[in-house]
C-alpha cells in the first residue's frame, strides 16, 4: 500500500477555501522545528528530554519548548496564535518528502551538525503505544539514530566520547556528525599537534579537498574518517530499510530527503559524501540480496520549512 502523500496542489487547494481561510485568520498555527529529542505531547508541543550537539540550557529539561514561544508572540502580535506543532528536523525532512506520492515508503535523514533518521511505521510495530492509535494507518517516528552504540567503534571514538560533556551517549553521532569529525583528527588521531581550536567537518573536507597544501598524513586521516562517516550512514539506512521492508514486502521505491551541510558537502579530490554513501548502500543491499529496492535521494530546497508547514497545516 502506498503512503499518503502530499502535493503543492493539495496545499492551493486548501489555501482556496475561503471559509477555511477565515478560520485560519483567528487561529493561526505555529509549525516549530525543534533539532532535539523531546517528547511530544497531545496538545502538538514537545517536552525538551535532553541536549545535544553541545547545547546545555538546564532549566529547559523538561518543559515544553513550544509554549514560551507561543507565548511571547501571543504578548506581542495580533492575530493570537491558537497553538503550535514541534516536530523534529528529520520529522520535517520525511514530512517534506510527501510532496511527491509515486513512493512506496518515505526516510527523512539528517547529517550535519548531528545525525539522525525519521520514517513512517505502523501503530502496532511500535511497542510503547501499547495498541493505542492503531485506527491511523501511519505514524512518523523520529528514531533518535544519533544515540545508536555501533558495535565496531575504535579507541579514537572512545576518546572523543571520553572528552566530551555527554559521555556514553549520542556514540553513533560522535562518529558520524560534522560537529565530531574534526575532533577525532584533532583530539583522536593528533593530539599534540596545532590546530585551529574549532574544528569541524568543513576544516576536516577542506584537507581533502586541498591535499596539496596540507601534510600527508593529515589528508590520510581526514579521508579515512570522511568516508568512515559515510559508511556507517549508508548502514544506518540499510538497517532501516530493511525493518520497513519486513513490515511491508511491497515496499520497493524509497524517497530519502536528506539534509545537512555534510551529506550535501563536495570533496574535490574525489567522491562527494552522497556518493560514497549511496555506493555503498547499494552495495550492502545486493549483499542482503534486495537489489530490487530503489531508494531514490533529494535534496529540496527548505525541506525543513516546507515539512513544518505541513505539520501545522495538518
Not at 502496532?124 to 555501533?150: A, M, Q, R, T
Not at 553521532?173 to 575532533?183: D, I, P, T, W
Not at 545486493?286 to 537489489?291: D, E, L, T, V
Request: charged letters at 25%.
Amino acid at each position: 500500500m502506498k503512503r499518503p502523500g502530499f502535493t503543492e496542489k493539495d496545499l492551493y487547494e486548501e489555501q482556496a477555501d475561503p471559509i477555511k481561510e477565515i478560520k485560519r485568520e483567528s487561529e493561526m498555527p505555529i509549525g516549530y522545528c525543534f533539532s532535539f529529542p523531546a517528547e511530544s505531547l497531545p496538545n502538538g508541543d514537545a517536552k525538551l528530554l535532553r541536549w545535544t550537539k553541545g547545547v546545555d540550557i538546564k532549566e529547559m529539561v523538561g518543559k515544553p519548548v513550544g509554549k514560551s514561544l507561543v507565548d511571547y508572540l501571543n504578548a506581542h502580535t495580533t492575530p493570537p496564535f491558537s497553538g503550535i506543532k514541534v516536530i523534529n528536523d528529520t520529522v520535517a525532512s520525511l514530512f517534506a518528502g510527501l510532496t511527491e506520492k509515486d513512493f512506496d515508503a518515505y526516510i527523512g535523514l539528517i547529517v550535519g551538525t548531528g545525525t539522525n533518521m525519521a520514517a513512517f511505521f505502523h501503530p502496532d510495530k511500535i511497542k510503547k503505544l501499547e495498541g493505542k492509535y492503531n485506527d491511523h494507518p501511519w505514524i512518523p517516528v523520529n528514531l533518535e539514530s544519533g544515540n545508536f552504540h555501533p558495535p565496531h567503534l575504535t579507541r579514537l571514538d572512545d576518546t572523543l566520547d571520553s572528552c566530551s560533556t555527554t559521555t556514553g551517549a549520542q556514540r553513533f553521532e560522535k562518529a558520524v556528525s560534522g560537529m565530531y569529525l574534526g575532533n577525532i583528527l584533532k583530539g583522536g588521531v593528533f593530539p599534540f599537534d596545532e590546530f585551529e581550536e574549532t574544528f569541524d567537518a568543513r576544516k576536516l573536507t577542506t584537507i581533502i579537498s586541498y591535499p596539496d597544501i596540507h601534510k600527508e598524513k593529515y589528508v590520510r586521516v581526514a579521508r579515512w574518517i570522511y568516508r568512515r562517516s559515510a559508511y556507517l550512514v549508508a548502514a544506518s539506512l540499510v538497517g532501516l530499510i530493511l525493518v520497513l521492508v519486513s513490515h511491508d514486502p511491497g515496499i520497493k521505491r524509497i524517497r530519502l530527503v536528506a539534509e545537512g551541510s555534510l551529506f550535501w558537502s563536495e570533496n574535490r579530490k574525489g567522491k562527494n559524501y552522497k556518493e560514497l554513501v549511496m555506493e555503498e548502500l547499494h552495495k550492502l543491499l545486493a549483499s542482503f540480496g534486495r537489489i530490487d529496492i530503489q531508494v531514490h535521494i533529494h535534496y529540496m530546497e527548505d525541506a525543513n520549512l516546507i515539512g513544518t508547514a505541513i505539520a501545522a497545516l495538518s
